[in-house]
């Protein structure tokens, strides 16, 4: 069935650092991938979407290209704050689940930016 | 407007005893879905209901779990004769036509099996 990979953590960076967080996929057909963000005591937020190959997801300064090639989505920002401190998760939705299918996460990575 | 609401935030029980978890999605939202967020397993999605169709069961567990959706708004996760493996937090999500590919998040209860 279909599956999301994603790097695990925790990930510490210092402030104004650059951030990856690798996360590939595997599924039929071509899925739509999405990184969804969760702060300390919030919920989960949509951060970024791609819903074919080669779209490019940004949001917030952080981008994320989906490149059929490689089965990837790779999570990037130049420049990391202290407040982006977060656990991040990649998302996959299978064409069969259409436009309103249920999501199949990743493991989640956390992310810790120090000052 | 306001987001997806869930309750309770926090719920503990003793093993054995029945549960019911509430969620309040988006005004409006045709599509509603329940996912278990737990340490060793991540996030899980556990059931999904669309308009007046038959619901997608296919991540529920075990036949301990169901749930409804009541007049195409309000959904009830009841898992019966809770087990300590049944702790984690329930997350509530909901999605509209117009707003294909985003799923809003309610804030999920935490449950805690002793």
């Known amino acids: 069935g279909d599956s999301v990979t994603q790097m695990e953590g925790p990930v510490t960076l210092s402030e104004e650092a650059f951030l990856t967080i690798n996360c590939t996929y595997t599924?039929?057909?071509?899925?739509?991938l999405f990184w969804y963000v969760q702060y300390p005591g919030e919920g989960l937020q949509l951060l970024l979407k791609?819903?074919?190959?080669?779209d490019k997801g940004s949001n917030k300064g952080f981008e994320a290209t989906y490149r059929k090639e490689t089965t990837s989505f790779h999570l990037e920002k130049g420049s990391v704050q202290v407040s982006d401190s977060a656990v991040y998760f990649c998302?996959?939705?299978?064409?069969?689940?259409?436009?309103?299918?249920?999501?199949?996460f990743g493991k989640g990575t956390k992310l810790s930016v120090k000052p | 407007g306001a987001g997806v609401s869930q309750s309770p935030s926090n719920k503990v029980t003793e093993k054995g005893k029945d549960v019911e978890l509430r969620c309040d999605p988006i005004?409006?939202?045709?599509?509603l879905y329940w996912y278990r967020q737990s340490l060793g397993q991540g996030l899980e999605f556990l059931i999904y209901f669309q308009g007046n169709s038959a619901p997608d069961k296919s991540g529920l567990p075990s036949d301990r779990f169901s749930a409804e959706r009541t007049g195409g708004s309000v959904s009830t996760l009841t898992i019966q004769r809770t087990q300590q493996e049944d702790s984690a937090v329930y997350l509530c999500?909901?999605?509209?036509?117009?707003?294909?590919?985003?799923?809003?998040f309610g804030p999920g209860t935490r449950l805690t099996v002793t």
């Open positions: 599924a039929t057909g071509y899925p739509s």
């Open positions: 998302a996959l939705r299978g064409k069969d689940g259409g436009s309103q299918g249920n999501l199949i």
């Open positions: 999500a909901s999605s509209s036509t117009r707003t294909t590919y985003e799923q809003y």
């Open positions: 791609a819903t074919k190959a080669d």
């Open positions: 005004s409006g939202h045709t599509a």
